[in-house]
């Protein structure tokens, strides 16, 4: 629960930091402070047990189907990273009290470094590789949003982007590689891991496995070549940058591989990797660094050159070296983390950063100047200051690389050596000369806590610089013993070791380093350069933001080939797939048992030459002759329904023949907005010979395709029927359902909860198209008069549609029209009744009844039928919807399931006995339902003719429909 | 020759005319020329349509098929009415 | 009555229609017939502004209707003649105006129907000025014969049918 | 052909020749349809088939099904009546559009000229 | 059994309930939203309650098995339609439910006005989305499916705009012809088999000849193809970016659960017909849906990358989401289902919510601003250097950035929230499932899937500095709290699902075990006997 | 009769797939509604072929064999009420969009080069 509690005090710090008021500088920072102080003392209460040589684990079930909890671990080398993280942390915050202004809103800030102090601790104190990948990317998170603080500024935004790309993909790498391990050892559990090195080491993925974790580490580290991020995530506020970005953060890369080292290390694979990268970063940080003229920009690429030792020294994977690693980490932590806060006070003093600008600070800064001067000198690794200690380690191990002979790792480390010298000279080169005139502002030294995390951390150096023995070295064993365990070895932390050859070789960097910044100065114009000699090709930065545009133009590019926005290449390859997809999977067809079939009847192919010839005529046709199309699609569908009727469903053609006539009705009345294609202005867009190719793809496709669906068709039907369960709706109708015609049967009982559906989707399409009317715009050619109105001829012209009717042209139609109407009715009664027992039922009648209906529309226009007749439409569809489910709910109140049939027999006098069965109520509820549909869609369209009529060639586009809309329909 | 073979021998002339009629009417729906030729040829093959039923139905001496035609008889003509209307006045509802 | 039946005719049309499609004479379908006979014309009634036919003399309308029930087939037979035997150049197909003192909605309706059922002829429209018939005519040989048969055959009885006692009834 | 073993030959006859005229009429109707000229009188083709054709079938089903059933079926006569009351219509729908849509066409091709209904 | 128990009649509520609700609503007058949007939240919390109890009684052991029958008209199996709630299908009934709470709550403040029935749109979408996952029967599944696409339709339009009815017609007429090949597929199915029940068409499979076997393979290729068009898979879902990114943010969300549908239905179908004791058809088209998967993934990230919009970015992300389960579908056929079906909850839960966000991030700045935000970003055109003093953050603005962070970790699969802990149990399942050497389809998908993962955290990224961090005046939005609210819970709903995370898995676990179990399920289903009628009550039947 | 009735379906679903296939909004209406024709035969015809066997049964006891199979009927029926609505919608939708953006592309937009 202690070991819990580290991990989520400063999560719940992050809350609480984040609800306070924009400008509690102050209580953030104790806030902060807080949390800083109580992780301390949690790490610090255990340490008595992680002293003793114990792992401290704690879990918490999470995920136990994928063995997988969460643990937390610590051992010695987690307890002395969780107390870099938290030491470092608390300092940094007690900098920033100072640093951020007090404009800045502080709760994000604070919440997200505190977020960040939880998710580092997370990452050092994993149990499970799993766990550590979520932390991981966690600290990428808090990263970018710590960079992105200032992000109204474009390089805070880019740096945070460029640090959050880099580093996330190195988490997902990193998660791949977590995963490959998993899979080897059988466990995600770190101790499990650490203890199965050899397993590992030798397995067929270990290659794999190291190069997912390297690329993970890497990246977080700023290794070559992920390195550029880092400089440019100095957009950061410093305190940021001396905690993330020099102290924890970056380590997080490092001390992961320290971490695995029993796990992955001690193969030439390991070496080259981890070595390689380590030693290109080392060198190329350096010398970058020294032509740099930002003062964080230095920095940073110095942190990119001792990331890059620390790495060499994992690379190289001795024991010794690992503990020179660990040492170094420490190290670098403390003076690094200094020398920003350094920086930081710089900048906010002088209000600059700029190396060309920056001149004799001494005189106005002398406690900083004197603090940062040490810590430069420990960075440059001059003797009694920690920063010697651990570079001598490092060049003592370089000498073992590659042998007796082999000499090239020794001479990278002097060189490293010489430029480090180089660019922390540069550094103090701020505090000498004369004082700069005209900075931006007038600089004083900084507030006395300000000062104070840096006086603390130079003085850590100086002490470890001259006391390793007592101060350091209990920490350091910590780790040591918990990364090495048995093969820990035996080492000296003493400040003179005797003359040996790394003490020439730190001499000859030192000297060397000095020589090196003259001569640059004096000869190369080092404080004028606008480039890094040599290496500025070398621009990661430049190259991210090219991968990064060309990643989204490349993908652009290739969307634009691999998908369309298009409806017609989307349509074909639905045609294409239902062509080719069902013969791929499938394969080819078996030999086909064939049953003898019905002979050829010419009269039946006759129709049906009928029928084809329509459709064909009516592809041929549909573009310029609309209405021609209309009538041959009416032609295909009459001989359909005269197929229905002549193979023995006479429901089917019953319907097929009135739903014919609901759409040429329904279609006319929309082609009424549908201004007309005309030939010639038409003309093609494209070169004719991309129209023939598209042609002649599009005619071989509908080829293929009615050719596979007539193959289909014809081998179902000679092949021989499954055994059905039609045969229980044929055999069970009447017994069961009440009814003879089985098709009804099936509508209203069987399978009424289709037709249920059914008229669902009946009332949402008649909503639908109602709203769509609703806010409907014409086309502005067809908003007016069609011109056959406006035709001074036709003596209609001149009259409403009503005296039409009454008096005009359609008088002696109108009479034979009225006079139907009763007639209409009643056979839609007709329909209905029977509909149980002989083809008809509630669709037909329904739709025979809205045809009635709408015959007297199109004979006396809307106005006049509606001024007569006030048929709602809306309440026919919510009636019938509600008395279908009304019905079927009655069923209940039997005990019974939803749409039980129930009948009730009625004895009447005269008639005799009545049966009335639920399901006729049902089939009511499905009559309404169509009739309100048709109803509403017909009658909404033509309602649209109204507005033109009322406004004749003006207000075209307003909205609304006028008279209309108020009228109830 | 029976009866059987008598009526069946005429059912088939007939339903063959009618088909022959239906193909005619097509023609003339495909060939046009103008719109009003196409809608005439239309309602003559729902007409024909209506025949083939009743022919049907003493073919198979059933009467399922009287009802398709009782349809056709008093609703086939409204598409022909609405396209018709909408030749002469542009739209169907006015 | 008049209120609850505006026209027995066609509520006995109604019923009949009902019994002939049942096929029935159960006095359950008398009962419904009835019932739909009573009901359709009620609930209709708003959409029928110029009401029911009124058959003043229904004897007059067998005789018509027997008359052109002879006509049409003739027609028929001429017509036939002419698809088949005639160059479509050859026929005389003419529009002819024919002037009408017909002036009972249904008495108009009822001759539209027989000019309609007799091939060789199509009604277009009456022409408001004038009350003139315009009408169509497959193959005309005298204009003048065609219009006096039209008043003399049709129109003339039609309105013995519709109109005798007072001219212009059944307009509501 | 079920059950018209059963149909006696005085009515067969008579059914016989009213289906072989009754499709002999709609065939030449729509021959008409197909071959006539003009639109005008192309109109006139269907009229016999739609009077003596469908006439004729209609006859021959009722006298069919009233001997085949020994009870009198005359709900045809129904259809008969539905396309009496319908076929008029049609008709004078489609020859006004024609013509009025022929007058607005020649109006279009020379303004100037005012045709009266031809 | 004379009386069916009441708890049966459960079953079928979520269908009733909104087709009831809608149809009352139908005839209310369009101006009465207050009451319209009453009756829907009603109906909505209702709905919740019933899902959550139907989940209860499956995983309670109140049905045998688990599995629930309700006999729709009292007609046993297959001759009737017969809906099946399992631990699966009560799942998706309250994944339903809860989204469609958060939008109808978020709907409530601007949407429903924006055009007339809204409400009772959105109630027969829910029946549609509820029949779906209830049913057993294909047919019926095609009836369900065009309730919800009729109604998505008047949805998707709903708003009325160019840009709406355009995508509105592509998406339209896909679904037009998508919903033909559904039925060809159905016929041919019935044509092969005799019967259109999915339990009794897996018992079937077995048994039919060499012939019938491979119609019915043809017409399940035929029926996948409709399914997989509204699942979005590569490449039939060209309509969905494009109709994503025009739907209403209400909407969209819900488009999120529909793509789903068509994913849930290839489930259910393939794990009944083609799983175990299939015969010879046993594992048909897997590796095709597997294929396709990966194909999908590839399309969705590339799409993510090339996308500049919130809408179209969450349309490829659907594609992603739809595109991996179809793989994890096909690739193992069920070994790692659970893991799977985790991946459904986490990413259609913050889709849903990455839909609405969007829309009220939307209302920080004009689009056109960010256009020319990015590309001086790309060309790395630095703005002058300002004063390095923050901009604050007032707190809609922190919500909606915390929102969005956390709706795209999901969507990307980062660390720590559900996303994560979906992608890493499906690897790991998916490692698991061969012990001895790992076929290399799976390193491909598991590749993909890491790299689809970072092509949805450069694009989220992007848009989301965008839209956040852009330089200029920031102006907080004008929030309402109803719009918030569901937002939030989406959001907290994700994050429940990581900390729960073992629970979820468990449930999932015994969802996957019966799932697998097809032989159970068609016997449970083909087994439920109808009610009995009571012998006075002559002569119903 | 097989044989013809599977070409038929066959030439109208050909020429169905060629009209979606066009740029026009009417043309895909067209296409849509030839295809369902096709569609609605092909589900009919798995029931097989029937002439003069409508599944109207007199007595409860009754030779199955003796009649049409029902069940395709009864979902071509459905089949035909749904086509019948989405055609509307797409109709309505259609003239909307000529309306608004004033193209009958069925994109919404005539293409851009
Ligand atoms: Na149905
Ligand atoms: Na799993």
Redo the contacts between chains.
């Keep these: 629960m202690l070991l819990a509690s580290l991990v989520l005090l400063p999560f719940l710090g992050s809350v609480l930091a984040a609800l306070m008021p924009q400008d509690a500088r102050n209580r953030e920072s104790w806030l902060a402070i807080g949390v800083a102080v109580g992780g301390l003392a949690i790490a610090a209460a255990l340490f008595p047990q992680v002293a003793a040589g114990e792992v401290v684990r704690a879990e918490f079930a999470w995920l136990p189907a994928e063995g997988l909890d969460f643990v937390l671990r610590v051992d010695g080398l987690a307890w002395v990273f969780s107390m870099l993280v938290l030491a470092i942390g608390l300092l940094v915050v007690l900098y920033a009290r100072y640093y951020m202004s007090p404009e800045d809103p502080v709760p994000r800030f604070f919440a997200f470094l505190l977020a960040f102090m939880g998710s580092m601790l997370g990452v050092v104190l994993s149990g499970n590789l799993v766990q550590l990948v979520v932390f991981w990317e966690l600290t990428s998170l808090t990263s970018f949003l710590l960079i992105g603080y200032w992000h109204h500024r474009a390089d805070a935004r880019r740096g945070a982007r460029m640090a959050f790309t880099v580093t996330a993909t190195g988490g997902l790498c990193l998660m791949a590689g977590v995963l490959v391990l998993g899979h080897i050892v059988g466990s995600y559990d770190l101790d499990v891991v650490l203890a199965a090195g050899d397993q590992i080491r030798d397995h067929e993925l270990y290659l794999p496995a190291l190069v997912l974790v390297a690329l993970g580490a890497l990246t977080k580290s700023a290794q070559f070549p992920f390195h550029f991020w880092l400089p440019h995530a100095m957009a950061a506020p410093t305190p940021v940058s001396s905690y993330l970005h020099s102290a924890t953060m970056v380590k997080a890369g490092v001390f992961l591989l320290v971490r695995l080292w029993p796990a992955l290390a001690g193969t030439p694979e390991w070496t080259w990797i981890i070595g390689g990268a380590g030693v290109c970063t080392l060198l190329i940080g350096a010398f970058v660094a020294i032509f740099q003229h930002d003062l964080k920009g230095l920095l940073a690429y110095s942190t990119i050159s001792h990331l890059g030792l620390i790495t060499v020294l994992i690379g190289i994977g001795t024991p010794l070296a690992i503990v020179a690693a660990i040492f170094h980490i420490l190290n670098h932590a403390t003076f690094k983390a200094s020398l920003f806060m350094a920086a930081g006070i710089i900048d906010h003093e002088t209000g600059t950063r700029d190396l060309r600008v920056l001149r004799g600070l001494r005189h106005k800064l002398p406690i900083t100047a004197t603090l940062a001067i040490v810590a430069s000198a420990a960075m440059a690794g001059v003797p009694l200051l920690n920063g010697f200690l651990s570079k001598e380690m490092f060049f003592a191990e370089t000498l073992h690389v590659g042998g007796d002979r082999n000499w090239w790792m020794s001479y990278a480390a002097v060189a490293m050596g010489m430029f480090s010298v180089a660019y922390s000279l540069r550094f103090i080169s701020v505090f000498f000369g004369t004082p700069a005139q005209g900075l931006p502002r007038d600089p004083h030294e900084p507030p006395r806590w300000m000062r104070f995390p840096v006086e603390l951390l130079v003085l850590a150096c100086l002490v470890v610089g001259v006391a390793p023995g007592v101060s350091i070295e209990p920490l350091l064993h910590l780790a040591v013993v918990a990364t090495l365990g048995e093969d820990a070895p035996a080492y000296d932390l003493a400040v003179w070791h005797g003359f040996n050859l790394p003490l020439l070789m730190s001499v000859c960097a030192l000297v060397g380093g000095m020589l090196l910044y003259g001569v640059l100065r004096r000869h190369f114009d080092l404080a004028r350069r606008e480039r890094v000699p040599l290496l500025h090709r070398l621009n990661g930065a430049q190259a991210y933001e090219t991968t990064m545009l060309q990643l989204t133009r490349g993908a652009e590019w290739l969307l634009r080939r691999v998908g369309t926005r298009r409806l017609q290449p989307q349509l074909m390859l639905m045609m294409l797939a239902l062509l080719l997809i069902p013969l791929l999977l499938a394969g080819a067809p078996p030999a086909w048992t064939v049953i003898p079939v019905r002979g050829f009847d010419p009269i039946f192919a006759g129709m049906w030459l009928i029928g084809a010839g329509c459709a064909l005529a009516a592809a041929w046709m549909a573009k310029y002759h609309r209405l021609a199309a209309l009538a041959l699609v009416g032609g295909t569908g009459i001989v359909t329904a005269a197929t229905f009727l002549w193979l023995s469903a006479p429901d089917l053609a019953l319907t097929q023949l009135m739903v014919e006539t609901v759409t040429t009705v329904l279609i006319l009345l929309g082609l009424r907005w549908l201004p007309p294609r005309i030939e010639s202005i038409a003309g093609p867009v494209q070169p004719p010979w991309q129209v023939w190719t598209r042609r002649t793809r599009d005619l071989a496709l509908a080829v293929g395709g009615g050719l596979a669906l007539a193959a289909l068709t014809h081998a179902v039907l000679v092949h021989p029927a499954s055994d059905t369960i039609a045969d229980f709706f044929l055999l069970n109708a009447l017994g069961g359902g009440g009814g003879s015609n089985v098709v009804n049967v099936l509508l209203v009982d069987f399978r009424s909860f289709d037709t249920l559906g059914e008229i669902t989707v009946l009332a949402v399409v008649a909503l639908t198209v109602y709203a769509l009317l609703r806010r409907f715009r014409p086309a502005p050619e067809s908003a007016g008069i069609p011109p056959q109105q406006r035709f001074e001829g036709d003596p209609a012209s001149r009259q409403s549609p009503a005296e039409q009717a009454g008096s005009g042209y359609l008088l002696v139609p109108g009479i034979y029209l009225r006079l139907l109407l009763p007639f209409m009715g009643v056979i839609a009664v007709y329909f209905f009744m029977r509909g149980h027992n002989l083809p008809g039922g509630g669709f037909v009648a329904g739709l025979i009844f809205a045809v009635a209906i709408l015959v007297q529309y199109m004979l006396a226009g809307t106005v006049w039928v509606e001024s007569r007749l006030n048929l709602r439409p809306h309440r026919w569809l919510g009636f019938g919807l509600l008395l279908a489910c009304t019905t079927g709910l009655g069923a209940w109140w039997f005990g019974h399931p939803f749409l039980t049939t129930h009948t009730a027999h009625v004895e009447w006098p005269l008639v005799g006995e009545l049966h009335l069965p639920s399901a006729f109520v049902f089939d009511l509820g499905v009559f309404a339902v169509v009739v309100g549909t048709t109803m509403l869609m017909l009658v909404a369209l033509a309602h649209q003719s109204l507005r033109a009529h009322r406004h004749p060639g003006e207000d075209l586009t307003a909205d609304g429909q006028g008279g209309a809309e108020g009228r109830r329909i | 020759m029976t009866t059987a073979t008598l009526l069946s021998a005429a059912t088939l002339f007939a339903l063959a005319c009618v088909v022959l009629a239906m193909l005619l009417c097509t023609l003339r729906l495909m060939i046009g020329p103008s719109a009003q030729d196409r809608v005439l040829a239309l309602d003559t093959l729902w007409m024909c349509v209506m025949v083939l039923a009743l022919l049907l139905g003493i073919r198979h001496g059933s009467q399922i098929y009287f009802e398709a035609a009782l349809i056709i008889a008093l609703l086939g003509f409204v598409s022909t009415i609405a396209l018709a209307k909408f030749l002469m006045r542009g739209e169907v509802i006015e | 009555m008049r209120r609850w039946l505006p026209s027995p005719l066609l509520s006995a049309s109604l019923l009949l229609m009902w019994l002939m499609l049942n096929q029935s004479l159960e006095p359950a379908h008398w009962l419904l017939g009835g019932a739909l006979g009573v009901l359709a014309p009620l609930l209709s009634q708003p959409l029928q502004p110029h009401g029911h036919a009124r058959i003043r003399r229904p004897l007059a309308l067998f005789r018509l209707l027997w008359m052109a029930a002879i006509e049409i087939v003739r027609s028929c037979f001429n017509v036939t003649q002419i698809i088949l035997l005639r160059r479509s150049a050859d026929v005389n197909s003419q529009f002819i105006r024919v002037p009408l003192d017909l002036k009972s909605p249904h008495g108009l309706a009822l001759l539209s129907c027989l000019i309609n059922s007799t091939p060789g002829t199509v009604w277009v429209e009456i022409l408001p000025d004038g009350h003139e018939l315009l009408l169509h005519v497959f193959d005309l040989h005298d204009e003048a014969w065609w219009v006096h048969t039209i008043k003399t055959r049709y129109e003339q009885p039609i309105i013995e049918v519709f109109e005798t006692p007072e001219p212009g009834g059944g307009r509501t | 052909m079920s059950g018209a073993e059963s149909l006696p030959w005085w009515a067969a006859i008579p059914v016989a020749l009213l289906l072989v005229l009754g499709g002999i009429v709609t065939l030449v109707g729509t021959l008409g349809l197909a071959r006539l000229q003009s639109f005008y009188q192309r109109i006139h083709g269907p009229a016999i088939s739609i009077a003596l054709g469908a006439g004729c079938i209609l006859l021959a089903s009722m006298l069919y099904f009233t001997v085949m059933q020994s009870r009198l079926v005359i709900h045809e006569l129904l259809i008969s009546v539905f396309v009496l009351m319908t076929a008029p219509v049609v008709s004078m729908l489609i020859m006004r559009a024609a013509v009025y849509r022929d007058l607005r066409a020649a109006r279009e091709m020379d303004p100037g000229n005012d045709a009266g209904n031809s | 059994m004379t009386v069916l128990p009441w708890l049966n009649h459960l079953i079928i509520v979520p269908v009733l309930l909104p087709l009831i609700v809608g149809a009352l609503m139908i005839p209310i007058n369009q101006k009465r939203h207050g009451l319209k949007f009453g009756l829907g939240l009603a109906s909505g919390m209702l709905l919740w309650a019933v899902a959550v109890a139907l989940l209860v009684l499956a995983d309670g052991g109140y049905w045998p098995g688990g599995i629930g029958v309700y006999l729709a008209a009292n007609w046993a199996a297959p001759f009737g339609i017969a809906l099946v709630a399992d631990r699966l299908s009560a799942l998706m009934l309250v994944l339903t439910a809860t989204i469609a709470l958060a939008v109808l709550v978020f709907s409530a403040r601007r949407w429903d006005r924006v055009g007339v029935s809204f409400h009772p749109l959105f109630q027969f979408l829910l029946m549609g989305l509820n029949g779906a996952f209830l049913t057993n029967d294909l047919f019926n599944l095609f009836v369900f499916f065009e309730v919800m696409l009729a109604a998505s339709y008047g949805l998707v339009l709903h708003g009325y705009n160019l840009r709406r009815i355009q995508a509105g017609m592509q998406y339209i007429a896909v679904n037009l012809v998508a919903s033909l090949v559904f039925l060809i597929g159905v016929s041919l199915i019935y044509a092969a088999s005799g019967t259109l029940n999915i339990a009794d068409l897996g018992a079937r499979v077995a048994l039919l000849g060499a012939q019938d076997a491979w119609l019915l393979q043809v017409g399940a290729a035929v029926l996948a193809l409709a399914f997989l068009t509204k699942g979005a898979m590569w490449p039939l879902g060209f309509w969905l970016p494009t109709t994503y990114a025009s739907a209403s943010a209400p909407v969209g969300a819900m488009l999120v659960l529909m793509t789903k549908v068509g994913v849930y239905a290839v489930l259910r179908v393939w794990l009944a017909v083609f799983g175990e004791g299939a015969g010879a058809a046993e594992g048909f088209g897997f590796a095709a849906l597997t294929l396709g998967g990966m194909a999908t993934v590839l399309f969705g990230a590339i799409g993510m990358l090339a996308s500049q919009d919130g809408g179209r970015m969450a349309g490829y992300g659907a594609i992603v989401s739809s595109g991996t389960l179809l793989a994890v579908i096909g690739h193992s056929g069920g070994a790692v289902l659970a893991s799977g079906l985790y991946y459904l909850l986490g990413s259609t839960l913050a889709m849903a919510a990455f839909m609405l966000l969007i829309e009220l991030t939307e209302r920080i700045r004009p689009p056109g601003a960010a256009l020319i935000a990015i590309t001086m970003e790309a060309f790395a055109i630095e703005d002058k250097p300002e004063d390095p003093v923050g901009v604050g953050i007032p707190g809609t603005l922190a919500f909606l950035g915390l929102s969005f962070a956390a709706c795209a970790l999901v969507i990307a699969g980062m660390p720590p929230l559900a996303g994560f802990v979906a992608k890493f149990s499906l690897f790991h399942a998916m490692l698991a499932a061969a012990p001895e050497g790992v076929p290399a389809t799976t390193w491909g998908l598991i590749g993909l899937m890491i790299l689809a993962g970072l092509a949805a955290i450069i694009a989220l990224m992007r848009l989301g500095v965008r839209t956040f961090w852009a330089a200029g005046a920031v102006t907080p939005p004008r929030l309402q709290f109803s719009e918030a609210v569901p937002v939030g819970a989406l959001v907290i709903l994700c994050v429940l699902l990581t900390v729960q995370a073992g629970t979820v898995f468990d449930y999932l676990d015994r969802t996957t075990a019966g799932l697998l179990r097809s032989g159970d399920y068609a016997a449970r289903v083909l087994g439920e006997p109808p009610v009995l009628r009571a012998p006075g009550a002559e002569g119903a039947r | 009769?097989?044989?013809?009735?599977?070409?038929?379906?066959?030439?109208?679903?050909?020429?169905?797939?060629?009209?979606?296939?066009?740029?026009?909004?009417?043309?895909?209406?067209?296409?849509?509604?030839?295809?369902?024709?096709?569609?609605?035969?092909?589900?009919?015809?798995?029931?097989?072929?029937?002439?003069?066997?409508?599944?109207?049964?007199?007595?409860?006891a009754?030779d199955?064999a003796q009649?049409?199979?029902?069940?395709?009927?009864?979902?071509?029926?459905?089949?035909?009420?749904?086509?019948?609505?989405?055609?509307?919608?797409?109709?309505?939708?259609?003239?909307?969009?000529?309306?608004?953006?004033?193209s009958?592309h069925?994109?919404?937009?005539?293409?851009r080069?």
């Design positions: 009769m097989e044989l013809v009735l599977a070409i038929s379906v066959g030439v109208v679903f050909g020429a169905g797939i060629w009209l979606i296939l066009r740029p026009r909004t009417f043309q895909l209406i067209t296409g849509l509604l030839l295809m369902s024709y096709a569609v609605n035969l092909v589900i009919f015809a798995m029931g097989r072929l029937w002439v003069d066997k409508p599944p109207i049964t007199p007595t409860p009754i199955p009649f049409a199979d029902p069940l395709p009927q009864g979902l071509v029926l459905t089949a035909i009420v749904i086509g019948f609505a989405t055609t509307a919608l797409y109709l309505v939708m259609m003239i909307g969009a000529r309306g608004l953006s004033g009958d069925v994109d919404g937009e005539e293409p080069e």
